[in-house]
């Protein structure tokens, strides 16, 4: 028999308002949605309008709970905008920083402009993000932050130097933080997936060279599917995860263990 109320009592977000940027397609979605059909409120982040509708609709069609904001996060003012909004009006226990772009090129064809372009919504914005709502949530006491990093923040992985170090990055800076905050009742911790079937990678995995490099290289011999990741998602924001500080946990098929 399965004990709902037990399974609540760890793992349920009733009453709780979650913010997840990069919520208008692929993980972040993914995340959003089995965020507010686990109780949660759920403000929806992203780019894109009609994506991010879609997403807000099927919450609702779950009977869940969202509401849709539009940012671009590689603009540290619409950062702070949207914090300015969101916190005017609520409280948000829950982050997620789900957004990221990929891009690949050989080192030495990298070019300063792409560069910090990618460091502005891989990193920056994430840093900024983590600032302003973990603030309020330092301040009552609690909270629940999830960065996502990746398997390649901890590989060398060839003609992706922007995006490894990027991701490096994040899980410094979850370590950093967990370390900092959960002494005050904040868990900072990230989520390292390997190469995912969502938009930001698609135009890659359509390569049959780097697909067939990716089968290789994961031993569940398949790229991650969305659902794949909700699981880790719900663990870290959940009660359940309450002595988990600054923790990168892999869902990645393997491709770390060899």
């Known amino acids: 028999m399965i004990d709902a109320a037990y399974l609540a009592e760890l793992f349920g977000l009733e009453g709780s308002t979650a913010l997840v940027t990069g919520a208008t397609s692929g993980l972040g979605a993914a995340g959003a949605v089995a965020l507010a059909r686990a109780g949660a409120s759920v403000i929806v982040c992203g780019r894109d309008r009609a994506r991010g509708e879609a997403v807000v609709d099927e919450i609702a069609r779950a009977n869940g709970r969202a509401?849709?904001?539009l940012v671009e996060l590689d603009d540290p003012e619409q950062v702070d905008a949207l914090a300015d909004r969101v916190l005017a009006r609520t409280e948000v226990?829950?982050?997620?920083?789900?957004?990221g772009v990929f891009a690949r090129?050989?080192?030495?064809?990298?070019?300063?402009?792409?560069?910090?372009?990618?460091?502005?919504?891989?990193?920056?914005?994430?840093?900024?993000?983590?600032r302003r709502f973990g603030a309020p949530m330092l301040e009552r006491g609690r909270g629940k932050?999830?960065?996502?990093?990746?398997?390649?923040?901890f590989l060398g992985v060839p003609e992706q130097l922007a995006y490894n170090v990027s991701k490096g990055a994040i899980v410094q800076l979850t370590r950093t933080l967990g370390a900092e905050w959960?002494?005050?009742?904040?868990?900072?911790n990230s989520i390292a997936p390997c190469d995912f079937a969502t938009p930001m990678i698609e135009a890659f995995l359509d390569q049959p060279e780097y697909r067939d490099w990716i089968m290789d290289a994961i031993p569940a011999r398949r790229v991650g599917r969305p659902r794949d990741i909700v699981g880790a998602i719900l663990y870290l924001v959940s009660p359940a995860s309450d002595m988990c500080a600054g923790h990168n946990l892999l869902v990645d098929g393997g491709r770390t263990v060899i």
């Open 145 to 153: 932050i999830v960065n996502f990093s990746s398997t390649d923040g």
């Open 182 to 188: 959960i002494g005050r009742g904040v868990n900072v």
């Open 93 to 99: 226990d829950i982050l997620v920083n789900a957004a």
């Open 67 to 69: 509401e849709l904001e």
């Open 105 to 130: 090129a050989e080192a030495t064809a990298q070019t300063l402009a792409d560069w910090e372009a990618l460091m502005r919504t891989n990193v920056t914005a994430t840093f900024l993000l983590c």
